[in-house]
């Protein structure tokens, strides 16, 4: 593809493309102010891209990075680029004290409301220095309730979107899906296109710093969420594993129960070297400790999964027990 002209709005967006796809790259440019020769590799496949408009586009840098000229407009876009995003938390603060002021409704407990949507979406953008943030309604919720302690209804926060959107504050990219990660309410913040000095006042400061505890407590719901979905696809494979016909424990084995189930006692029995007596317990679950109500780290189980050597007492422990208890 040849590359003659000094196209700008092109290379800014190959440069926003790539510092989300190859942060340490840019990183290197904006300290050394020459590109590596893996970038310049990069440079010269296109890439694809969404624009604003929702149209799709595959872009290459307008200029060889082999060049002077290639290397100059390169530096200058990250350069500005980087300066520009580090304005966002002062772009999103400004947003809000225009949300307070110009934002209005009959009703004061929805205009509350209201301000404490808009807030909780600005502050992730100011603290993630992103337009466009991924912001699920139960995360909403949590960090209403860390900073205000007050209950958002799912509908309520649908309301309050739909209001800022129509009032040209934000655009919701995608509304996300109750239950589905995969399709988590993607949301953008519309900022004037001023340019902004990057001065940190007091006023910034106070304020992601205060709220700061909100955002922790967005992303240990988020992570319990990550594992959560981790855990039940562990489980659903291994459900498919052990409905095939070549599977050990086709006849209503399970190697790995799923949540709600509990462990069983069954007849001893060895197949090639391996005690099959019991289900185990969540063998592949202890990856996830943060979910299992009943397991608290890897390795450490309700019953325990105890070694070869004394798997066998244990087990005759509890049959002598059993024997003794039926016989009373």
């Not at 190859?22 to 050394?32: C, D, G, L, S």
């Not at 459900?239 to 070549?246: G, H, P, R, S």
Request: some cysteine; proline content about 3%; overall charge positive.
């Amino acid at each position: 593809m040849p590359r003659k002209k000094s196209n700008k709005p092109l290379a800014y967006a190959w440069v926003a493309y790539m510092m989300t796809h190859q942060p340490e790259e840019m990183a290197r440019v904006r300290k050394y102010g020459t590109p590596s020769e893996t970038l310049i590799k990069l440079s010269e496949q296109p890439v694809g891209m969404t624009l604003t408009d929702g149209r799709f586009k595959l872009v290459t840098f307008p200029l060889s990075l082999n060049k002077a000229a290639g290397q100059k407009l390169l530096f200058e876009a990250v350069k500005n680029i980087h300066q520009y995003l580090r304005t966002i938390p002062v772009q999103a603060h400004a947003m809000l004290e225009q949300i307070k002021v110009e934002v209005t409704h009959r009703r004061k407990d929805t205009l509350s409301n209201i301000h404490m949507v808009a807030e909780a979406v600005l502050h992730r953008c100011a603290t993630e220095f992103k337009h466009e943030v991924l912001f699920a309604f139960d995360s909403l919720i949590v960090w209403v309730k860390s900073v205000y302690g007050k209950d958002l209804g799912y509908l309520t926060i649908r309301r309050c979107l739909e209001f800022l959107e129509e009032a040209g504050f934000f655009k919701v990219r995608e509304w996300g899906v109750r239950g589905n990660r995969s399709k988590c309410t993607k949301i953008e913040i519309r900022t004037s296109h001023r340019k902004y000095i990057l001065t940190y006042t007091s006023k910034v400061d106070d304020w992601l710093m205060g709220t700061d505890h909100a955002m922790f407590a967005v992303y240990a719901r988020e992570n319990t969420t990550r594992l959560d979905v981790l855990e039940q696809r562990i489980h659903h494979f291994a459900d498919e594993m052990a409905l095939q016909v070549e599977s050990r424990h086709a006849e209503g084995y399970r190697l790995f129960p799923v949540t709600d189930d509990t462990l069983t006692e069954t007849s001893v029995t060895e197949e090639d070297g391996v005690w099959t007596d019991e289900y185990i317990d969540r063998l592949l679950g202890g990856l996830v400790p943060a979910l299992q109500e009943n397991v608290s780290y890897c390795g450490e189980g309700i019953g325990g999964f105890e070694g070869s050597s004394s798997f066998g007492q244990s087990k005759r422990r509890r049959g002598s027990q059993q024997r003794s208890s039926s016989a009373v």
